[in-house]
């Protein structure tokens, strides 16, 4: 612990042990870990330490400034439409504002994990959440290479897909496999596809597919590239399904949060909303 200058330890780790009569670190000439007592000090007195720091911070601002820090719970898929576009530009008008970002593909409980904000679609938000849009709708596309559909017959309708070599997606968060959804018109389909091979990854299973491995889902805005230059294919475009975007979401009482309200502010103008 320091002060706002930081020019001064407060307490020394060291210190705070004998104070305490416990090892809250193991030690070594190369290493250092935390031990469970330390471990339990972190979780349990962790939100109040961040708040105290947040409010040394807070003081040590000059006018005007904000400092802080935003932690981002953020998709692969969504890394272009959001981080790479906005957080550059961010950290140039507020430099004295950390953020980071944890990219995965996990279903979060950013309240309990510690996130500000996270980004994910919308069905997939808690409707206790603000949200924010950061895309325009896109679709769901199946996609495949030339010499993979030269090997094996384009498929035609949703249930075809269960003959096919299908690269599947596990969720990090329950390890099922996800299914493929379709639709057409008022029809939907939910197709437990099959394959060698799986991933928890989204751009992996575009990758793999783009060397004929097999057939991929995929969001349309992240495979464009690979669509344009002929090294992917749409199928069953006629099935494709069309979801509203890309959200970014945090609860309602982070709206006193400045760091965040700036960056939903930098979000809202700068995030890439055609895709």
Same mark, same amino acid.
């Given at each position: ?18 104070? %305490? ?6 030690? =070594?000439? /190369?290493?250092? *870990? ?19 720091? *947040?409010? %040394?911070?807070? !003081? ?5 400034? $904000? $400092?802080?820090? +935003?932690?981002?719970?953020v998709p692969r898929a969504a890394v272009p439409f959001l981080i790479t576009?906005?957080?550059?530009? &961010? #950290? ?19 309240v309990a994990e510690g996130y500000d904000a996270g980004v994910r679609l919308?069905?997939?938000?808690? /409707? @206790? ?8 709708? &896109? #679709? &769901? ?11 094996? @017959? ?24 996800? $299914? ?5 018109? #008022? ?13 928890? @990854? ?12 097999? %057939?991929?889902? *995929? ?6 590239? @690979? ?7 749409? !199928? +069953?475009?006629?099935?494709?399904? =069309? $979801?509203?975007? &890309? ?18 502010? *930098?979000?809202?103008? +700068? ?5």
């Amino acid at each position: 612990m320091t002060t706002p200058s930081r020019a001064r330890p407060i307490m020394s780790t060291g210190q705070l042990e004998a104070q %305490l009569g416990v090892v809250l670190l193991n030690r =070594t000439t /190369r290493s250092v *870990a935390v031990t469970d007592a330390g471990r339990r000090l972190v979780e349990e007195a962790g939100p109040g330490l961040a708040q105290a720091t *947040a409010a %040394l911070q807070g !003081v040590s601002a000059q006018p005007g400034e $904000v $400092v802080g820090r +935003l932690r981002l719970s953020v998709p692969r898929a969504a890394v272009p439409f959001l981080i790479t576009p906005v957080v550059p530009a &961010f #950290r140039t008008r507020h430099p004295r504002v950390e953020v980071e970002v944890v990219v995965e593909e996990r279903f979060v409980d950013i309240v309990a994990e510690g996130y500000d904000a996270g980004v994910r679609l919308s069905e997939s938000i808690e /409707r @206790d959440m603000v949200q924010v849009r950061l895309t325009d709708a &896109f #679709r &769901f596309v199946v996609v495949g290479a030339p010499s993979y559909l030269a090997r094996h @017959d384009t498929p035609e309708r949703p249930e075809d897909l269960l003959r096919h070599e299908c690269i599947t997606l596990r969720s990090q968060t329950t390890g099922t496999a996800y $299914v493929w959804e379709l639709e057409r018109g #008022r029809k939907s389909w939910r197709v437990p596809v099959r394959g060698g091979i799986a991933t928890n @990854d989204h751009m992996t299973s575009v990758a793999l597919a783009a060397e004929g491995q097999g %057939l991929a889902y *995929a969001l349309e805005p992240a495979v464009q590239e @690979d669509l344009r230059s002929g090294r992917l294919v749409r !199928v +069953l475009e006629a099935y494709a399904p =069309t $979801v509203p975007g &890309f959200f970014l979401y945090y609860p309602s009482r982070a709206q006193r949060s400045g760091p965040l309200r700036l960056f939903v502010e *930098a979000a809202r103008e +700068l995030s890439t909303k055609a895709v």
